[in-house]
């Protein structure tokens, strides 16, 4: 369980990861290399060109652990480094993590679960790949260039981030019914690589649960606050 603070930039880098260690996930999809020494929060991200303020406020908001709006989420955020934090979250579900799982989830199925449920299941997954892409995508080619538009001072007649706040579903349900259908329903037995893919479930479960209330909390605010500027 990782201890609930308010971190500051003059906190040391070591302690916020020590504290919390899926904040190393926070690290790499800001871009910033390891190697931090014993240099503070401040010290790393300006070393690594990461806006402190932006690096920041995710921290504190995944440590707070809440799922509502931030107050005056404008005041300090960089868009700009957001979405360079969003992209690179993409990157890493569609590239490496999702790959990744499907593999491991390959490997069990083959050991002890009949061919038509293993089937069954790997379908069901691929599915649930195909509509995290297409989330993932949309924003990609659609909401990211809109908000680099905007910071440009150019505002799209025909789109606002309303638009995107009303589709952006939760893409974290569907893993959570695969969680499910294991822990039912899964014919065979226990063993170490079974017990291993259900935890890196779990955990892209949660990952994809803080993605999502980061947009929706930090992310279209602040474009929100940006469509008001225009």
């Known amino acids: 369980m990782h201890k609930k603070t308010i971190y500051k930039e003059t906190d040391k880098m070591a302690d916020l990861i020590s504290n919390n260690y899926s904040m190393l996930l926070v690290m790499s999809r800001f871009g910033i290399s390891p190697g931090y020494e014993d240099k503070s929060i401040g010290e790393v991200c300006r070393q690594n060109e990461v806006d402190v303020c932006t690096f920041l406020t995710v921290v504190n908001f995944l440590h707070k ?15 700009e480094h957001l979405i360079v934090y969003l992209h690179n979250a993409h990157d890493y579900f569609l590239k490496f993590r999702l790959p ?10 083959k050991d002890d679960c009949p061919p038509d449920v293993a089937f069954v299941i790997t379908k069901f997954y691929d599915e649930y790949a195909e509509e995290v892409n297409k989330h993932m995508m949309y924003e990609e080619k659609t909401v990211f260039p809109y908000v680099q538009e905007l910071l440009k001072g150019k505002k799209n007649p025909k789109y606002n981030i309303s638009i995107f706040h009303r589709r ?3 893409i974290e349900l569907k893993i959570t019914e695969l969680k499910n259908l294991l822990l039912k329903y899964y014919p065979g037995k226990g063993s170490n690589l079974f017990n291993s893919v259900l935890f890196d ?4 479960e949660k990952d994809l649960t803080t993605h999502n209330q980061i947009e929706n909390n930090l992310f279209t605010p602040a474009i929100l606050e940006q469509e008001k500027l225009l």
Request: charged share 35%; glycine share 0%; hydrophobic share 30%.
């Open 65 to 79: 652990d809440e799922d509502k709006p931030v107050k005056d989420v404008n005041s300090c955020l960089s868009l």
């Open 100 to 109: 990744h799982l499907r593999r491991k989830l390959t490997d069990v199925l």
């Open 168 to 170: 952006h579903d939760q």
């Open 201 to 204: 479930i779990f955990t892209t």
